[in-house]
Every structure is written in C-alpha cells, then in structure tokens.
Nanobody, 118 residues
Framework: VQLQASGGGLVQAGGSLRLSCVASGRTLLGYVMAWFRQAPGKEREIVASISWGGSIISYGDSVKGRFTISRDNAKNSVYLQMNSLKPEDTAVYYC????????????WGQGTKVTVSS
C-alpha cells in the first residue's frame, strides 16, 4: 500500500487547510486510518483516527473541536479538515493505516508540511 498525502501549505493563524491522503496498491478494507504530526524537535503524535465505517473517531486533545477527520472508502481516501489553526499546529502531517487488530500502523505516507504563521 502506498499513501500519498497532500494539501499542506502556509496559512495564517485562524485559517483553515484540508489535507488529503489517497491510498493505492490495494483496498483499505477494514483498515483504520489516521493522521499523525511531528513538529521540529518534538515526538510524533497522533492527531486523529477513524475506523473503516467511520463510526469510531478519536482526536488528540490539542485539536478537538478544531479538526475533523473523514474518509471516502470508494476513493480509498482520508481527509483532515483543519480549522482555527494555531502556530503550534505547525508540523509535518502524515497519514497512516493499520489493520483493525494491529497494534502499530503498517503503512505511512510521505508527509505534507503545514506552517501556521502568527
């Protein structure tokens, strides 16, 4: 499976961005999808995750109420709508996928950089 993330860029604080991630190589039937981020000098953290059917969604505390994860299984895609962006959201964002009962994420995209200016 190859994951291709896109949609990053430079935005002012308070603005919005929508990240997209498209999977190719095989269907992601049953897979959990997630977005992670890693800021300079910091550890990677999970931003949001979504189950195959979309009924189970979780968010990191720092993005709750501002970010929304969604997926379109027909398009093998997952999205991250980011609103009310803050400078501390600046990071490289990665999409990832794991099978339902896996502990670790099996597949990772290349990352897309988000920079939020103050």
């Amino acid at each position: 499976v190859q994951l291709q993330a896109s949609g990053g860029g430079l935005v002012q604080a308070g603005g919005s961005l929508r990240l997209s991630c498209v999977a190719s190589g095989r269907t992601l039937l049953g897979y959990v999808m997630a977005w992670f981020r890693q800021a300079p000098g910091k550890e990677r953290e999970i931003v949001a995750s979504i189950s195959w059917g979309g009924s189970i969604i979780s968010y990191g505390d720092s993005v709750k109420g501002r970010f929304t994860i969604s997926r379109d299984n027909a398009k093998n895609s997952v999205y991250l709508q980011m609103n009310s962006l803050k400078p501390e959201d600046t990071a490289v964002y990665y999409c990832a996928a794991k099978s339902l009962y896996a502990t670790n994420y099996d597949y990772w995209g290349q990352g897309t950089k988000v920079t939020v200016s103050s």
